[in-house]
């Protein structure tokens, strides 16, 4: 058993690194030193090459005596050694390790990047024993590219006070006040990191989790309710908000809103940034799905208010794993029973983009169509593949007046 600060186990925790459960292990130096050793065998020789830069390993004769060695004199840096395995690990792409490193390194990325060759993920040594704040950035990073996000614009109102200062502890103040203005909501709000620079203010803060919050994972027969976290990034004065919102998404909104109030010193309503095209892109969307040779419209499911038929009823249609409908689709039609007879018919789908599957919701506005991703939202990247991919059915003569 080893035993670490609370802050060091809830520094690790707000990354969902549970590093207090390896921690509480009831085993001997010998015992725990092979757990950890076991979890770092398949990148032995980076790690134990990184750790002969930084910490002088050689001295010890290889990793596995390393790792006893610290058991006893350096026991956080024992357990940082698992957290920082474990973390990279969760980061979906290695890339933005790299780039991370490469950032936080300087000149000397190179002296480090020759030390990796068999686990470049082995660079989150040397990022984390520089600068932790890049740990928990790239922490959100790879949240924004795994996750649902929404992005918004906001409309700019009356000035209200001064800009307050960006700190940690204003920025808690601020969800202090926040949280005292809803008193019929008792769950605490707990602002974990503040990073501003450049313009770029990113916050994470999680709320305390309701009685009713679902179990989501069982750790030594105990349940276990995940954390409600929430992540938000402000750009350009507070024009611009991106944010995993975690549960209770208008909550967090309403949190957002009245946070950059305080932080800008006006009042601010945001509005998600949507995916506006020409109505003529629903048009030849749908002439499209009628196209089976080759397929230009890899159509997966889709739901309609179906005109022929009696009452309107909503039709939805779908394939089972990735087969395409389109087929399906020409059937119906083929039989007096079309699905889409007009843009308005359409309500949603679900298409293959560049092999990714995205669920689509459309709303026609006048002579606009409004793009809507699904409830919990798309990155910025995802966004870009949906409109780009629109872009290609808007007539050579429209495309000035595309968004």
């Not at 395995?85 to 980061?91: C, L, W």
């Not at 208008?250 to 509005?271: P, S, V, W």
């Not at 007879?341 to 606009?368: C, H, M, P, R, Y």
Request: hydrophobic letters at 40%.
């Amino acid at each position: 058993m080893v035993r670490l600060p609370a802050t060091e186990k809830q520094f690790w925790l707000d990354l969902n690194i549970r590093l207090e459960e390896f921690c509480a292990l009831r085993l001997g130096d010998l015992k725990h030193s092979k757990r950890l050793f076991r979890i770092l065998k398949s990148s032995e020789q980076t790690w134990y090459r990184l750790l002969i830069k930084d910490f002088n390993a050689n001295e010890s004769g290889g990793l596995f005596p390393f790792l006893q060695i610290q058991y006893h004199q350096n026991p956080i840096l024992f357990c940082e050694l698992y957290a920082l395995k474990k973390f990279s690990d969760n980061i979906v792409d290695q890339e933005l390790i790299i780039n991370k490193a490469r950032e936080i390194l300087g000149s000397d990325f190179s002296i480090y990047e020759v030390l990796t060759a068999d686990d470049p993920r082995g660079l989150i040594l040397p990022i984390f024993y520089r600068n932790r704040d890049a740990i928990i950035d790239l922490y959100c990073e790879n949240v924004f590219k795994i996750s649902s996000i929404k992005t918004y614009n906001s409309v700019l109102g009356f000035s209200q006070d001064q800009p307050t200062a960006i700190t940690k502890e204003n920025i808690q103040r601020i969800m202090s006040r926040f949280q005292r203005n809803h008193r019929q909501d008792k769950r605490q709000i707990h602002v974990f990191w503040v990073f501003s620079q450049n313009g770029i203010i990113k916050i994470i803060f999680r709320r305390d989790k309701r009685s009713s919050t679902v179990i989501k994972k069982t750790a030594h027969n105990e349940a276990v309710k995940t954390a409600d976290q929430k992540i938000l990034i402000f750009t350009e004065n507070g024009s611009k908000l991106s944010a995993y919102l975690g549960r209770e998404r208008n909550k967090t909104l309403e949190i957002a809103q009245y946070l950059a109030g305080k932080l800008f010193g006006r009042t601010m309503i945001f509005n998600e940034d949507i995916i506006n095209k020409p109505v003529v892109v629903i048009n030849n969307f749908i002439a499209a799905i009628q196209e089976l040779n080759p397929v230009r419209v890899r159509l997966l499911a889709l739901t309609a208010i179906n005109t022929p038929s009696t009452n309107l009823p909503r039709i939805e249609i779908r394939s089972r794993g990735r087969g395409l409908i389109n087929e399906d689709i020409n059937y119906l039609a083929s039989h007096a029973l079309p699905l889409i007879t007009s843009a308005s018919d359409l309500q949603s789908v679900t298409v293959l983009i560049q092999e990714q599957k995205f669920k689509l919701q459309f709303e026609i506005q006048g002579n606009d169509v409004i793009i809507k991703c699904s409830d919990k939202g798309y990155n910025a990247e995802r966004k870009r593949i949906i409109s780009e991919y629109f872009d290609t059915f808007i007539p050579e003569d429209n495309h000035a007046n595309s968004n």
